[in-house]
């Protein structure tokens, strides 16, 4: 599998909302629905923000929304604000014990 | 709390070997599959191996396969890797993570490290 793919940039205003879309082929999402979107601040690991194409972590803001149609995944912010900026990465579970990444979207609050 | 320590990370030249460590606490470390990541500078997330919560089952990424090898040991809550013949595409921050499935979080990583950062120059 190669990498998922995703938008270099996105970018709102605080407020606003922003959709990040994560596209692969089906042997990426390998016919399961183990889609999941983790946020990442410059110099800081990774954070579980999405599972299961949709589902929220406990401690995670109801404004990260996920979903998926056919072969594209989406994450959905809404009401940004300033500390939603950060780098965001989808991942799929691929069957038969391979993960795939996206190559990740730098979100700018305006 | 979860947390995982990374160490073991550092300059290496090309062509050298380096185990890198994974110190867990906070979770029963033996019920729980464990990941490696790796960002390269200024890139994405690569996925690297797993390993499952007996040690039995490992299986890696065709990128890095023949070359990395993923181990624990349970008795130090210690999760390791060991990349040989590398090189400069190596060079990047490698973090542990831990498989959520058995806190209900199926194939994701639900805790991360904060990564060690492997340097492949001459």
């Known amino acids: 599998q190669s990498a998922l793919t995703q938008p270099p940039s996105a970018s709102g205003s605080p407020g606003q909302s922003v959709t990040i879309s994560c596209t692969g082929t089906?042997?990426?999402?390998?016919?399961?629905?183990?889609v999941s979107w983790y946020q990442q601040h410059p110099g800081k690991a990774p954070k579980l923000m999405i599972y299961?194409?949709?589902k929220r972590p406990s401690g995670v803001p109801d404004r990260f929304s996920g979903s998926k149609s056919g072969n594209t995944a989406s994450l959905t912010v809404s009401g940004l604000q300033a500390e939603d900026e950060a780098d965001y990465f989808c991942?799929?579970?691929?069957?038969?014990?391979?993960?795939?990444f996206g190559g990740g979207t730098k979100l700018t609050v305006l | 709390q979860v947390q995982l320590v990374e160490s073991g990370g550092g300059v290496v030249q090309p062509g050298t070997s380096l185990r890198l460590s994974c110190a867990a606490s906070?979770?029963?470390?033996?019920?729980?599959?464990m990941h490696w990541v790796r960002q390269a500078p200024g890139k994405g997330l690569e996925w690297v191996a797993v390993?499952?919560?007996?040690?039995?089952?490992?299986y890696y990424a065709d990128s890095v396969k023949g070359r990395i090898t993923i181990s624990r040991d349970n008795s130090k809550n210690t999760l390791y890797l060991q990349v040989n013949s590398l090189r400069a595409e190596d060079t990047a921050v490698y973090y542990c993570?831990?498989?959520?499935?058995?806190?209900?979080?199926?194939?994701?990583?639900?805790?991360w490290g904060q990564g060690a950062l492997v340097t492949v120059s001459s």
């Open positions: 993570s831990r498989d959520g499935g058995q806190s209900g979080y199926d194939y994701v990583f639900d805790h």
């Open positions: 906070g979770f029963t470390f033996s019920n729980y599959g």
């Open positions: 390993i499952w919560n007996d040690g039995g089952n490992k």
């Open positions: 089906s042997s990426d999402f390998g016919g399961y629905n183990y």
């Open positions: 299961e194409v949709s």
């Open positions: 991942n799929s579970y691929a069957g038969s014990n391979n993960w795939v």
